[in-house]
């Protein structure tokens, strides 16, 4: 059913990348990889674009803006040695990554390291770096938050002692001593 809906929007000829997407993340829920290529391809020679995600980080007189998968930051090594730290410190209290929200044909190894690499992960750690020891972390996502970096961010808000604020695409999220604001429901 949810192809059919799908493919009938497809047919209005939409220029919003979300029909698209749709039907690609449907197809890979159904491990249909065929399908999600052809959708992608499509996509290519409409020259329809999704929007990558991001999180916007405002330390007060600074402030930077985080793509997901981004690589390039000046501080690039500090980043990823924090992120690092902060995952062997999740693990040893039982963090195992949920990487159902990764919709690409890849090993798991893979789908974790997509995860790693998320704009909210990327602009935290950018901000437990820099930011004045015990302030508030203040984020602001495109996208919603998927819910591994939900869990993530409840455990680094527990590991660092620090609030995080999160505003993804549909609300606020508070997070504090490991619970968030939204009670688990987003």
Same mark, same amino acid.
Request: charged share 10%; no cysteine.
């Given at each position: 059913m949810a192809v059919r809906i799908a493919d009938h929007l497809l047919n209005l000829k939409p220029e919003d990348p979300s029909? #698209?997407? @749709? @039907?690609?993340?449907?197809? &890979? +829920? &159904? +491990?249909m990889w065929e399908n999600v290529s052809k959708v992608r391809k499509l996509m290519a020679v409409m020259e329809v674009k999704k929007e990558p995600g991001y999180s916007c980080i405002d330390l %007060?007189? /600074? %402030?930077?803006? #985080?793509? &997901? %998968? /981004?690589t390039s930051h000046p501080m690039k090594d500090e980043i990823i040695g924090l992120m690092r730290e902060l995952d062997a410190e999740m693990r040893k209290r039982g963090y195992a990554p949920d990487t159902s929200s990764v919709l690409h044909d890849m090993d798991q190894q893979e789908k974790e390291r997509q995860l790693f690499w998320h704009s909210e992960r990327l602009a935290v750690a950018y901000g437990l770096l820099k930011a004045v020891p015990g302030t508030i972390i203040r984020i602001v996502k495109n996208l919603r938050v998927c819910g591994d970096c939900h869990t993530v961010l409840k455990l680094i808000s527990t590991i660092t002692n620090r609030e995080i604020y999160v505003r993804d695409a549909k609300r606020y999220h508070h997070f504090k001593d490991g619970n968030c604001s939204c009670n688990d429901f987003w």
């Open positions: 029909s #698209f997407i @749709l @039907l690609s993340n449907i197809y &890979a +829920g &159904a +491990g %007060g007189k /600074e %402030g930077h803006v #985080f793509y &997901a %998968g /981004e």
